[in-house]
């Protein structure tokens, strides 16, 4: 296909800069990668990394929830073709032969590439993808309603789907934000009594419509012994960062539960061992999936209804988008 010399992309050039709108020169595809023309990039709190310097280095183009249409293949390329709709998510690749990789833990890579993090992502009018982080996308899906589940999707399901928890268990999510909204429908669709966890009344109805069975604020009662008096969690799916409301979640969960661990605090969590071992309970991080996690996530999606709260921006104002991350209702998409 016909493609530009140069096109435009927003990068972050300095540690701690805005964003900086940039003309790139078009590159072919080497060996196992293609080119995409962008169609939707998602605004993650992750790209906050990139600007602080402290995932990769700058320059850098960043945007890890890409969608796009192939539209350059590299030497020898087989499986994919030009005009497949595709994605880019966190994991961005492999190197194959590391001990996560020869047990089938891609994401776990010891050298992953990461997109918008180790190589230039989607804040552009085209990003070079790595075929075998590939995500096949089906063509009649809204790729700014399938961008943000290439992180916050995938991240929500895949770990969900991973816990020791049957339905019509207790799976209780905290925070209704990014993460959560997304996090509160895969619950609902998989068959758990979902609990909303939120430090005020304002997402009550919010919550509800999302799939939410129950909702218990914060600022009335005491959460943990809330979930307590409904039979305890089997799972606390902890989606906001906020050390203090973890550590005090603890005592929420049931016999064997399991205290999920998806977003960053800045500041170190503590936590009383006693009821870890009285309990069998047990705190788990989870690293998003690699691309066939995010196949699974994008199918689920689209055959459960799940669908993400996006607010849209014109890659112009990616430094807008980007601001108003803390404001978003709940996930930002870039649309070339």
Same mark, same amino acid.
């Given at each position: 296909?016909?493609?530009?010399?140069?096109?435009?992309?927003?990068?972050?050039?300095?540690?701690?800069?805005?964003?900086?709108?940039?003309?790139?020169?078009?590159?072919?595809?080497?060996?196992?990668?293609?080119?995409?023309?962008?169609?939707?990039?998602?605004?993650?709190?992750?790209?906050?990394?990139?600007?602080?310097?402290?995932?990769?280095?700058?320059?850098?183009?960043?945007?890890?929830?890409?969608?796009?249409?192939?539209?350059?293949?590299?030497?020898?390329?087989?499986?994919?073709?030009?005009?497949?709709?595709?994605?880019?998510?966190?994991?961005?690749?492999?190197?194959?032969?590391?001990?996560?990789?020869?047990?089938?833990?891609?994401?776990?890579?010891?050298?992953?590439?990461?997109?918008?993090?180790?190589?230039? &992502? %989607?804040?552009?009018?085209?990003?070079? +993808?790595?075929?075998? !982080? @590939?995500?096949?996308? #089906?063509?009649?899906?809204?790729? /700014?309603?399938?961008?943000?589940?290439?992180?916050?999707?995938?991240?929500?399901?895949?770990?969900?789907?991973?816990?020791?928890?049957?339905?019509?268990?207790?799976?209780?999510?905290?925070?209704?934000?990014?993460?959560?909204?997304?996090?509160?429908?895969?619950?609902?669709?998989?068959?758990?009594?979902?609990?909303?966890?939120?430090?005020?009344?304002?997402?009550?109805?919010?919550?509800?419509?999302?799939?939410?069975?129950?909702?218990?604020?914060?600022?009335?009662?005491?959460?943990?012994?809330?979930?307590?008096?409904?039979?305890?969690?089997?799972?606390?799916?902890?989606?906001?960062?906020?050390?203090?409301?973890?550590?005090?979640?603890? &005592? %929420?969960?049931?016999?064997?539960?399991? +205290?999920?661990?998806? !977003? @960053?605090?800045?500041? #170190?969590?503590?936590?009383?061992? /006693?009821?870890?071992?009285?309990?069998?309970?047990?705190?788990?991080?989870?690293?998003?999936?690699?691309?066939?996690?995010?196949?699974?996530?994008?199918?689920?999606?689209?055959?459960?209804?799940?669908?993400?709260?996006?607010?849209?921006?014109?890659?112009?104002?990616?430094?807008?988008?980007?601001?108003?991350?803390?404001?978003?209702?709940?996930?930002?998409?870039?649309?070339?």
């Amino acid at each position: 296909m016909s493609h530009p010399q140069t096109y435009k992309a927003y990068a972050f050039t300095r540690k701690d800069g805005n964003l900086e709108k940039v003309t790139l020169q078009w590159k072919d595809p080497k060996e196992n990668q293609v080119v995409i023309k962008v169609l939707a990039c998602g605004v993650c709190h992750s790209d906050a990394g990139v600007k602080g310097a402290r995932f990769g280095t700058l320059p850098r183009v960043p945007g890890h929830e890409i969608i796009g249409d192939i539209v350059a293949l590299g030497p020898g390329e087989a499986h994919f073709k030009i005009g497949q709709r595709v994605g880019g998510g966190w994991h961005g690749g492999h190197c194959g032969t590391c001990q996560p990789c020869r047990t089938g833990e891609y994401q776990t890579c010891e050298n992953q590439a990461i997109n918008g993090v180790t190589q230039d &992502g %989607g804040y552009a009018e085209y990003a070079t +993808l790595r075929t075998e !982080a @590939l995500v096949s996308i #089906p063509k009649d899906m809204d790729p /700014v309603q399938a961008a943000p589940l290439l992180c916050a999707g995938v991240t929500t399901f895949n770990s969900l789907r991973a816990m020791d928890v049957r339905p019509g268990d207790i799976v209780a999510v905290q925070g209704i934000g990014g993460l959560g909204h997304l996090a509160l429908q895969f619950s609902k669709a998989m068959g758990y009594r979902t609990v909303a966890l939120s430090s005020s009344p304002a997402k009550k109805e919010m919550a509800h419509h999302l799939g939410a069975t129950d909702y218990i604020d914060g600022s009335k009662v005491d959460q943990a012994q809330a979930l307590l008096d409904l039979g305890g969690a089997k799972v606390i799916m902890v989606t906001a960062p906020n050390s203090e409301v973890i550590q005090s979640l603890m &005592g %929420g969960l049931c016999v064997g539960g399991q +205290l999920l661990i998806l !977003a @960053l605090p800045e500041e #170190p969590a503590t936590v009383s061992l /006693v009821p870890m071992i009285t309990k069998r309970l047990s705190i788990i991080g989870w690293p998003s999936g690699h691309a066939k996690d995010s196949e699974d996530t994008v199918n689920f999606a689209r055959l459960a209804g799940v669908r993400t709260m996006i607010e849209e921006y014109p890659l112009d104002k990616a430094q807008e988008a980007f601001d108003h991350l803390p404001k978003a209702r709940f996930r930002a998409v870039l649309v070339p």
